[in-house]
T-cell receptor
């Protein structure tokens, strides 16, 4: 059973471009979470999704950021018109339910905005 | 406003000795606490947890202690091994069954275990 997969692992964008981060949850997991880790900080919750539904996006910036988890395919975190402050590691986690210990994290995507 | 704080950014310990990682929290609504371990270029992996109804939970070489009145918890690793070298994150939540939106992480402590 493959773990949570994220791609790309590293992404470089210039200011104003769009960044698309993908997350394939573990098989059988229907809950997906996105976290952001700024340099020298802990992870911060961004959004929680189930298939085709955004359950909680209270941690996501109101502008430029969006997330989806379609019926088929990976979950996508999209950042439009990136700025230097968006440079961070973005981690996706998936779980079969809402029990915290069952959240498995992917390896992360490191976004660098030049 | 950091609700979960790990005041030591790094800790160096000799192999075989005890490693003690500390974590403080401010939100009295937190009732469930977890420790995660993170290697470079990997995501965090769950290590051990504790509910506020307990003051200690043990799993092999890892023990977590909770002092609810002091809003303080600690992770003890004994004996420490070089493979334990990683960044350790403390996290807190109002409950163990949660949608993830209230999982609040500390800033992490980098543990280095020297052979």
């Amino acid at each position: 059973n493959a773990g949570v997969m994220q791609n790309p692992r590293h992404l470089v964008r210039r200011r104003g471009q769009e960044a698309r981060l993908r997350c394939s949850p573990m098989k059988g997991h229907s809950h997906v979470y996105w976290y952001r880790q700024l340099p020298e900080e802990g992870l911060k919750f961004m959004v929680y999704l189930q298939k085709e539904n955004i359950i909680d996006e209270s941690g996501m910036p109101k502008e430029r950021f969006s997330a989806e988890f379609p019926k088929e395919g990976p979950s996508i975190l999209r950042i439009q018109q990136v700025v230097r402050g968006d440079s961070a590691a973005y981690f996706c986690a998936s779980s079969p339910g809402t029990i915290l210990e069952t959240q498995y994290f992917g390896p992360g995507t490191r976004l660098l905005v030049l | 406003d950091q609700q979960v704080k790990q005041n030591s950014p790094s800790l160096s310990v000799q192999e075989g000795r005890i490693s003690i990682l500390n974590c403080d929290y401010t939100n009295s609504m937190f009732d469930y606490f977890l420790w995660y371990k993170k290697y470079p270029a990997e995501g965090p992996t769950f290590l051990i947890s504790i509910s506020s109804i307990k003051d200690k939970n043990e799993d092999g070489r890892f023990t977590v202690f909770l002092n609810k009145s002091a809003k303080h918890l600690s992770l003890h690793i004994v004996p420490s091994q070089p493979g334990d070298s990683a960044v350790y994150f403390c996290a807190a939540s109002p409950s163990p069954d949660n949608a993830g939106n209230m999982l609040t992480f500390g800033g992490g402590t980098r543990l280095m275990v020297k052979p």
